[in-house]
């Protein structure tokens, strides 16, 4: 590891470079302050390592994805969820006995208790179902106290199977709750995304088969989404964590700033963009021109990304998987075409060249979950499902022992300089304006 010098007032310090497993190269700044006196400034942490992670590789320039070091396209070829899942919180692919260890974890942790489940009684109808979410994932920390800060590797074991069975249930309860129909309980003989489908469009007096093509679709979506290194709300479940606070109280921090339309909040916004244009309000060239136009702060959803200088690759894989999906429905729906002409505008448009801004995950995914039949505002829930596991590593990574440190950021101040306080009969009229 070689040092960086630094000239700050005509003196110079040294500080050591950390080289990544991809050689990716930073200063190791955490002592800058303590001998320089100065602090870094980066708004929205463009330039800024918040730690070392060794469960997630991105390469922007290049479009690379890889968990634990296996690309994406591979895993989706080949993997489930479940198994994904496994791979991101403990590091490795598990073995068969692993496996039907976490499936029956998964099966015996799908309920929800009695008392949590009067908890939806407490939401208006039309609530929406990343704010229940968020509130019922925090709860559970008080229906699993033991677990909430879990330390073996079999405690931890025990409350992902917690969160990513339950997860499931409390998306498709509060999918029921929004329809007035009755809870769905699962099947222990099907599978994980079986499960979800089955929970949410089934009806007890109704046949209901899960199409094999359509599960595995879901399944395909929930891998692609399963983590993205220090993303915003994997950054908050870390910086939540970071405290001392527990397993689910993290997670519900992580949900609900994923539910922003910046971020998991875009597949729903990008599908509403499309509708938009397809109701006619305004063409996709309108669209285009709004997007450029820097007086407005209107942008192109689903597009461009803080890492991706290149195409998402998740974007790429979700692409051809809505054209199979919609073949094997025989679905026809207008916002795929109109979607393939905004992104063919796009692409060709200097403005867009220039930046770099192709397509990310949120920008087909929107198109698939509307031809299985999920409403719009449940596409950051099944966004959510999928950066489950991607949260528990993380959060397990940023509370081991050795690293635990509170993440707690500096600023450069700059409101008023010290004045006094000012008796309220002495305040003048402008001063009470502001
Ligand atoms: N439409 C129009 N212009 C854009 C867009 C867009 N979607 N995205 C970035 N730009 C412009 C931006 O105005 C800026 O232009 P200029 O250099 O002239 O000031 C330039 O491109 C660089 O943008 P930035 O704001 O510095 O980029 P960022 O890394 O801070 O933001 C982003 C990344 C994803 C928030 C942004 O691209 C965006 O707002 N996209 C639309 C929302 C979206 O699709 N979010 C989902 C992200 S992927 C999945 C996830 O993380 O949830």
């Known amino acids: 590891m070689k040092d960086i010098t630094l000239k700050i007032d005509n003196k110079e310090f040294k500080f050591p470079v950390v080289i990544g497993t991809e050689n990716e190269k930073g200063i190791d700044i955490s002592k800058l302050r303590a001998e320089t006196g100065y602090i870094t400034l980066d708004p929205g942490y463009a330039n800024t390592g918040s730690c070392e992670s060794s469960i997630t590789y991105t390469n922007g320039e290049k479009g690379i994805l890889r968990y634990r070091g296996i690309p994406i396209e591979e895993l989706a070829q080949h993997s489930d969820f479940i198994e994904v899942a496994n791979l991101l919180i403990w ?182 963009m499309l509708e938009e244009i397809h109701s006619g309000k305004m063409d996709v060239k309108q669209y285009i021109k709004m997007a450029k136009d820097k007086k407005n702060s209107f942008r192109l959803m689903g597009f461009g990304h803080r890492v991706y200088k290149n195409y998402d690759p998740r974007a790429r894989i979700l692409k051809k998987l809505s054209r199979n999906v919609f073949k094997v429905l025989k679905y026809k729906d207008h916002l795929l075409d109109i979607a393939l002409e905004l992104e063919e505008i796009a692409l060709n448009d200097p403005y867009f060249i220039e930046r770099k801004l192709y397509p990310n995950v949120d920008f087909y995914s929107g198109l698939i979950y509307r031809a299985i039949g999920v409403p719009k505002n449940m596409f950051p829930v099944f966004f959510a499902i999928g950066r489950l596991p991607g949260w528990i590593a993380h959060w397990k990574e940023a509370t081991d022992i050795n690293r635990l440190q509170i993440a707690r950021p500096r600023q450069i101040y700059t409101g008023p300089a010290k004045q006094s306080y000012v008796p309220m009969d002495k305040r003048s009229a402008a001063i009470s304006k502001n």
Not at 123 to 140: E, Q, T
Not at 165 to 177: E, N, P
Not at 180 to 199: A, R
Not at 248 to 271: D, P, R
Request: glycine share 4%.
């Open 91 to 272: 590091g490795t692919l598990p073995t068969k006995v692993m496996r039907k260890r976490f499936t029956d974890l998964l099966t015996n942790n799908a309920l929800l208790h009695e008392g949590l489940k009067h908890h939806f009684e407490g939401f208006p109808f039309d609530a929406h179902p990343m704010a229940m979410l968020s509130a019922m994932v925090n709860a559970l920390s008080c229906y699993h106290p033991v677990l909430a800060l879990p330390h073996s590797s079999r405690e931890i074991e025990k409350a992902a199977a917690i969160l990513i069975s339950k997860i499931r249930t409390i998306t498709a309860f509060s999918y029921k709750m929004s329809r007035g129909e009755p809870f769905i309980y699962p099947k222990p003989e099907f599978s994980y995304v079986e499960n979800l489908l089955y929970m949410m469009f089934s009806l007890p007096h109704e046949p209901y088969e899960v199409r094999p093509e359509v599960k595995r679709a879901v399944d395909l979506i929930l891998i692609l989404h399963a983590d993205h290194e220090q993303n915003c709300s994997t950054s908050t479940v870390r910086m939540v964590a970071s405290s001392g606070a527990n397993l689910f109280a993290s997670i519900s921090a992580g949900i609900a700033a994923l539910w922003g339309h910046l971020h998991g909040g875009a597949s729903q916004a990008a599908i509403e």
